[in-house]
């Protein structure tokens, strides 16, 4: 079903690819060929991607391996993904002046430059740029892999820019890189199928021309989260918890029963 459907598509999506720039020029040139080496993929929903004009894309985050994943997708949808990455990244030696150069945005946690982050991401969208946000902020901690309850950045600069929020679902990339299960495993062989599907937009008119406040920026960020886990639920083939996973409840939790 999956593999029709992006056949189909491969069929129609016919628009010239953007001007990518030297730097993602050769992020392109190292990872299109790794992932059709090591990976099989069947990517769907991408009608649902807008060819131009700035865009909200938000994905979940199942293993330190999706966003080879994702990048191969909106590459794939004609477009360049600028993802919002942590500021760690950007200070490695080499890989952080090729991100950096690339056009991806740093976000410094916790400290006086957090802000920077949002100001360069809704710069970006207001040039037509693609902009990519993990609304969970780290990769899930639900015991099946669903999204998460996520943080207000992606609704906050959709509010601020009015451009279209696209749910972005992957799977498989767990197969290849385990993260957070007591124990690390990289394994590319035997080659393991990824799968990613765009969503359609998210319908945040219900929050349009409101004041921006907290808790108008955490009902919109449940809505997001919900699309989200629809679209994986459609990737999956399951049916998603009507309730997302809590980390924060989590840990207060587990807090108290060390207590």
């Not at 693609?130 to 969970?136: A, F, N, Q, R």
């Amino acid at each position: 079903m999956a593999e029709s459907s992006d056949q189909h598509q491969e069929a129609v999506v016919d628009d010239p690819r953007p001007r990518r720039g030297f730097w993602f020029g050769v992020i392109v040139a190292l990872v299109k060929p790794f992932m059709l080496v090591f990976t099989k993929h069947r990517f769907s929903g991408r009608e649902n991607m807008p060819r131009t004009g700035g865009v909200v894309f938000v994905p979940n985050h199942i293993s330190h391996f999706d966003p080879f994943v994702l990048g191969f997708f909106i590459w794939e949808c004609r477009r360049i993904p600028r993802m919002l990455g942590k500021a760690s990244l950007f200070k490695l030696p080499i890989a952080g002046r090729i991100i950096t150069s690339a056009g991806q945005i740093p976000v410094y946690r916790d400290s006086a430059q957090a802000a920077d982050a949002f100001r360069d991401a809704v710069a970006a969208v207001e040039r037509g740029e693609c902009v990519g946000v993990y609304p969970e902020g780290t990769i899930t901690r639900d015991p099946d892999l669903w999204p998460m309850t996520g943080k207000t950045g992606a609704a906050r600069i959709a509010l601020m820019t009015g451009a279209p929020v696209i749910p972005i679902a992957n799977w498989g990339a767990q197969e290849i890189l385990r993260s957070y299960t007591g124990k690390t495993r990289f394994r590319l062989l035997p080659r393991k199928t990824v799968l990613a599907r765009a969503g359609k937009p998210v319908d945040l008119s219900a929050f349009e021309g409101k004041p921006i406040t907290n808790q108008l920026l955490h009902e919109a960020t449940e809505v997001i989260m919900h699309a989200l886990a629809d679209t994986l639920g459609e990737l999956r083939g399951e049916t998603p918890p009507k309730e997302l996973y809590d980390l924060r409840k989590a840990r207060r939790s587990d807090g108290e029963e060390k207590e």
